[in-house]
């Protein structure tokens, strides 16, 4: 890896990653060719000025981090967007070379994911990604039918996926995601099973399938949102629910497992990123408006692109190495010495217990009763038996001896299920 400072594993630094906790990395890269129509993520198009000063300010915002991070080991990075093959891979490159420099990774284990979109990927940038250390790509491709893929405005046709994605084999990337959305409109049981289909035969490592929600302040809000003019042309909830169980059973015969409402992958492709946020684990996010759980503290960065850019100039220019002298009055890794950090909330135990239960539940395997005592110091019976006892009867949760999951009825109304593990 050119340029990059690898970390050998000596006995020492094993021994010493087993003290440390783990901290998932997040690096949100905010740009996307063109906006699709359902989408109300934090991105938008940029000129090249604009991705480069961005890029500066990442890195700032990376390096501020020096010195402070020596009771954290990174298991997982997840390079997400808007679209990061937006970018020229050498950007990349000088994200992760500087997280490697920042953070103690353990090379041999660590997953890092980008996710790329299809008409935006050229072999220069694979190579890229190859260089930095990535090991799992995901491609964000939605639908194999190009009316559809057009109907949501995306930038790229299936071919172009395609091509996409034996490059990538090619090049021997061994672990690759493929996102698929259903209940569009207009789309039927018959257009989503040819989707299902196509994507099984390229046998990708990962599937993840989630149902279109249309939101607010989205091209597709005014078009199908509640009362507009073509919102009858969604699927019903009947066929959404259909799509669903379509796609447990094609994707259990072609030998994926669901571990995740929505998520399914061959054994051992589980992505670690992701269940790290839904076992509530740490997690630090970089970039414009990216959320981070740190230490039972959730806040978001500034979601401001100008703004973010100027912090980051501002604590650039006044000396950020002065600032992490080692050993001098170091700040940890809670403090905001950026001073970007916005909707900071400790979250009371109340707050981490109802979102144990919403995260935990939403994974096939459930929630290990254990892993809530070990949380909390405090059986789950004590806290929710009732509301166990009732969803239980009513079919929707299942209760052994170790674990608690939804049952198939459960998972159909998941909100509802959820919703009873609120605390007044
Ligand atoms: S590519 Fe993804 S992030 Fe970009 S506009 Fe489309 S859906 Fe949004």
């Given at each position: ?43 938008a198009p940029a000129n090249d000025a604009t991705k480069k000063q961005y890029i500066d300010a ?318 909390f110091s405090i059986d789950i019976d004590h806290v929710y038996g009732k509301v166990l006892t ?35």
């Open positions: 890896m050119k340029g990059i400072k690898k970390i050998e594993i000596d006995e020492t630094l094993q021994e010493d990653l087993v003290h440390r906790k783990e901290l998932g990395l997040y690096i949100h890269i905010p740009f996307c060719i063109r906006k699709c129509s359902y989408c109300d993520f934090l991105s990442l890195v700032t915002e990376i390096l501020s981090y020096q010195d402070r991070t020596k009771n954290y080991t990174v298991p997982t990075i997840f390079i997400g967007g808007g679209t990061p093959s937006a970018l020229d891979g050498t950007y990349i490159e000088i994200i992760m070379e500087t997280i490697y420099n920042v953070f103690t990774v353990n090379h041999k284990e660590i997953e890092v994911t980008i996710e790329v979109n299809p008409g935006t990927i050229t072999r220069e940038k694979l190579l890229a990604y190859q260089k930095a250390g990535i090991n799992r790509l995901s491609f964000g491709l939605q639908s194999t039918d190009n009316h559809e893929l057009q109907l949501l405005g995306r930038i790229h046709t299936y071919e172009e996926f395609a091509r996409n994605y034996s490059m990538a084999r090619e090049m021997g990337f061994e672990n690759i995601n493929i996102d698929l959305m259903s209940a569009l409109p207009g789309q039927t049981i018959h257009s989503w099973e040819d989707t299902l289909k196509k994507v099984i035969m390229l046998s990708p490592e990962h599937i993840s399938a989630y149902s279109l929600i249309i939101e607010e302040g989205t091209a597709f809000y005014s078009k199908y949102g509640e009362g507009a003019t073509n919102e009858t042309e969604l699927p019903s909830e009947e066929e959404d629910r259909r799509m669903y169980s379509i796609t447990k059973t094609f994707l259990k015969e072609a030998g994926y497992e669901r571990y995740e409402i929505s998520n399914y992958a061959e054994k051992g492709f589980e992505c670690k990123h992701n269940s790290s946020y839904w076992t509530g684990k740490n997690y630090l996010g970089l970039g414009l408006g990216a959320s981070s759980l740190l230490n039972g503290v959730r806040f978001k960065n500034v979601h401001d692109i100008e703004q973010y850019i100027c912090f980051l100039n501002e604590y650039k220019n006044q000396g950020q190495g002065s600032k992490n002298q080692p050993g001098i009055n170091l700040p940890s890794m809670d403090e905001d010495i950026l001073g970007i950090r916005r909707e900071i909330e400790r979250l009371a135990i109340e707050d981490r217990m109802e979102e144990f239960m919403f995260l935990g539940l939403r994974m096939c395997c459930g929630i290990h009763k254990k892993a809530f005592y070990k949380a009732d969803l239980q009867e009513k079919k929707l949760i299942v209760i052994n001896e170790d674990n608690i999951r939804l049952t198939d009825y459960g998972v159909d109304i998941s909100n509802t299920v959820f919703a009873e593990f609120m605390m007044e």
